[in-house]
């Protein structure tokens, strides 16, 4: 994996993502118009990105640089997704609830250039996150939203640098479930949360 | 001599020319009738005038009743407008030796006709022989197809002939061949017991039949009320009006006739009028003739058109010329039958020879220069033209040494020359509707393609294509793409073996009938799929110039065809600046679990992991803070997410 087209630059992976065979079939680039090829492209380019953000640790996809990728880009064969190809694909990851578009500044014109990807669904990360409290007795203790992603003790975490809107949405998902509680601060920001065993 | 004459059908069911013969005009929806009688299974056709022949091409069964009837055969004809009912007719007369054939009262002519008189099972049959082999054979002839009851038309009094297919209360009733008039089925019922009672009677008498008629014929009939002595062809009396005993007509003949064998022969039989005449010796001033029926219209034009050809009698010139030709050809075959590994270039021996081959090459040289002297003569010579063309493509294929690329384009040019019969012209249809010329097009456009344009083109080919190979083989009359594609429309209605086809994007071919679209598509495939991995260093895929090359289609088609296969997921596509490559769709039928194959290593340690947690995690958080992303994500905590 070449630094250019490095997604993010933390990562140290010495093996670069192996691709599967059909990212060097070169009709997979292209929008193939029967529908039915279409459903089951899709559902491929689905799984690659799932795959590959997995893989590299990647929390959201901007359209506007993630195209240059080697994910979207062969190089072997020079092929290359087209950028409108590419927001299909989000799209119907977004309707299978494997991605969100995120309104980067609100405006009109950068709507739907930034997703997140969720190689592991809210649900998945309330759980990990409930686990990791659990094995490492941190209940009944406030944690700030900075220090389960990026604390000393998230270090080898999953989800080490999780993204926040995500870890937020896991956060719901356990203070629904009874499992934690958000503690605001005087001025009403959210300072931390703070974590109950679970039954 | 006879009156139909068999005809060759070409595969798209036109009649086959001689040579020197050429078509004139067409006409469809006619029906044919023998003196009054309609001939049944050739009452819808198409009417073929060539510069020889009117050839009848019957619709339902064209291989078995298509008749033509020889030009030269013919006396006069003469025109019947409509009249009430009845649809206008051209009748024909034949010539003076067909009449006498069948004229019973003249055996002397008969005698000097029988060079050209026919066996006795044809179907004029000379009466002198009307003992008893001649007689079987007669009734042969009209066993069966007609029956000799008579109506007579309450209208305008006629005595018209039933059908011989009438059958009482289910076939509709005939009209009156004269004016048209359909008569109560009372009249009809009445004709059919009275000759049913006749027939009883006649059998009775039937012993004796034979000698009977042949002494009647000569004397007439007496009639029993009134002893008037009518002519022997008579059913009522002239006089009174009273029924005349029929004893020509002889109902045990037919029993006997149903042993016999039937004639194969797919010519109409001598029916009616000439049948009876010759039995009775009656119509002696009515000549064996022929009606034609036009029930479309054109009548008028084709009579006009048949006068002029009568007027015209080209077969005499042709037949001079014919003589000419056959003379020529056997020069410019001798070079190419006789043995060419002698020396090609001296076919014959000797000065003599030399002298041959000379005036050979002169008399071609001077058709050469001769047909480029203008457009006209080229036209007029362009027979010649192709036979000198063809003479030269024998003379290349029995040679050796010749390459093969020469060769080809000789067979190419050669069957770009000319059509293998006279174009179909717009005034060939009569003026009549279009469908009729469009009709003949399609023909001749069949033709054309099966004689192996269309393999050339592999078997599919554009409208452009097929437009500008047609009528570059039509040379003059060009025809204009809306006749092609009225044509072209035709086919299937036809029963041609082409049929048009409009692809998605509105590409309009040509191709064989047979070949679906399926098979197309499946041959493709499987061909992509051998074709689609290339030498290392080149691009994978086909693209449709690699098709094009493969199946001869053009580029066109190939794009099409691809693009149809695709839209049936066969195969998809790779589009990209250079242009569009087709694989075997790959995509479709791939699964690809990637939490498995990619994280599956990751899975198996999770399983080694689990077994020992406490001890890693306070290594992992205290001691090595700087570990690397493997065993971030190999460690045990992800397994809630991924098991």
Partial sequence: ?199 | MRLWNPIDLTAAYRPVLFIDETDILVQNSVGLYEGRVRLSGYQNGRLYLTSHRICYVDVASPLTNSVAINLPDVKTIQYTARFLKSSPKITIHFADTLSAASSPISPSSSVNGTPQSPSPNESTVSLPNLTNFGALSLKQSTSGLISLISWICPICSHSNNLPSNYRPNVSLIPPCTVCGVKPPESVIQDALAESGANEMTESLASDDSSSISSGVEQEGLACPKCTFLNNSSMRYCEICGARLPTTAFNPSDYVLDKNLPRRESYLPFKMGGSAESSRNGLQEELPTLVKISFRNGGDKAFYDKTKEVLTERTWLKNLARAKQAEQTITITKNPVTEPIQQRPITPSFGIHGLQRMVERERMHNQDLMSSLDDLHSLMTKAKDMVSLAEGFAIRLASSPGVPDEARRALRESSQALSLSSPIVTKEMAGGGSDQIYYGELARQLAEFLDSGVLKSEGGIATLFDVFALYNRARGISLISPKDLYSACSVFEELGLPFKMRRFKSGLTVVQEALKNDDITIRSLVDWVKAAEKKPSGEENGVTAQDVRQHFGWSVGVCVEELETAQDQGKLCSDIVVEGTRYFVNAIADVSWDWKYEIFKEVEERECLDAREPTKVHPEVSNDNPGQSMEQVISSPHITGGSA
Wanted: hydrophobic share 35%; glycine share 6%; with cysteine.
């Fill in chain 1, 1 to 199: 994996m070449s630094t250019l087209t490095s997604p993010i630059s933390t990562s140290s992976r010495s093996t670069s993502f192996p691709f599967p065979s059909i990212y060097s079939f070169p009709p997979f680039f292209t929008r193939q118009p029967n529908s039915q090829t279409w459903t089951s492209q899709l559902s491929l380019w689905n799984s690659l990105i799932l795959a590959y953000c997995r893989y590299n640790r990647i929390w959201r996809i901007d359209l506007n640089t993630a195209i240059e990728w080697d994910l979207f880009n062969n190089r072997d064969i020079s092929r290359s997704l087209k950028l409108e190809t590419c927001k299909e694909v989000l799209d119907s990851m977004v309707k299978k609830g494997d991605a969100e578009w995120v309104s980067g500044s609100g405006s009109q014109v950068s709507k739907n250039t930034s997703a997140i990807i969720y190689w592991r669904r809210p649900e998945e990360w309330a759980n990990i996150i409930a686990d990791w409290i659990d094995s490492t007795g941190q209940k009944n203790t406030i944690l700030t939203l900075y220090e389960i992603a990026e604390g000393d003790l998230s270090l080898s975490q999953d989800f080490r640098g999780i993204d926040p809107t995500i870890l937020r949405k896991a956060l719901d998902v356990l203070i629904r479930r009874g499992q934690a509680q958000i503690m605001k601060s005087a001025d009403g920001e959210e300072a931390g949360v703070k974590f109950f065993g679970s039954q």
